[in-house]
C-alpha cells in the first residue's frame, strides 16, 4: 500500500498544479491537497498518524470529501463521455472530487488497517 499511496501523493501535486489557471483553482487545489497530505502520510508516517487525534482528524476529512462528492456530482447525463466532460465543467469538477474521494479513502484504509496490526 505504501507505494500506491505514493503513486496517489504524487498524482493529486499534479491535481494541484493544474489548477493555475482555473478561476476557482485555489479552491481546488485546497481540496486536492488534503488526500494527498493524507497519501503522503500513509506513505511515509504511517506511525505518526496511529493517534487518536489524527485519526478523528481523518475521520472529518474522509466525511467531508463524501459530502463534497455528493454535492458535486455529476446531473449532465453520460458525464463520464470525453465530448461531455470536455466541455461541461460541473463534470470535470464531479469526477475530480470522486477521484480525491477514492484516494482519501485508499490512505485511510491503510492507516486503519495499520492500527489493527
Do not use: H
Amino acid at each position: 500500500m505504501k507505494y500506491l499511496n505514493i503513486l496517489f501523493c504524487v498524482m493529486m501535486i499534479l491535481f494541484i498544479g493544474v489548477q493555475y489557471n482555473d478561476p476557482d483553482g485555489p479552491m481546488w487545489a485546497a481540496i486536492y491537497a488534503v488526500p494527498a497530505i493524507w497519501a503522503g502520510l500513509a506513505a511515509f508516517r504511517l506511525k505518526q498518524v496511529q493517534t487518536s487525534r489524527a485519526r478523528a482528524l481523518l475521520g472529518v476529512s474522509v466525511f467531508g470529501a463524501l459530502a463534497l462528492t455528493v454535492y458535486y456530482w455529476p446531473t449532465t447525463p453520460n458525464f463520464w463521455v470525453k465530448e461531455i466532460y470536455w466541455e461541461t465543467e460541473t463534470a470535470r469538477e464531479g469526477m475530480g472530487m470522486m477521484i480525491a474521494t477514492f484516494v482519501l479513502l485508499v490512505a485511510a484504509a491503510t492507516i486503519w488497517s495499520a492500527r489493527r496490526k
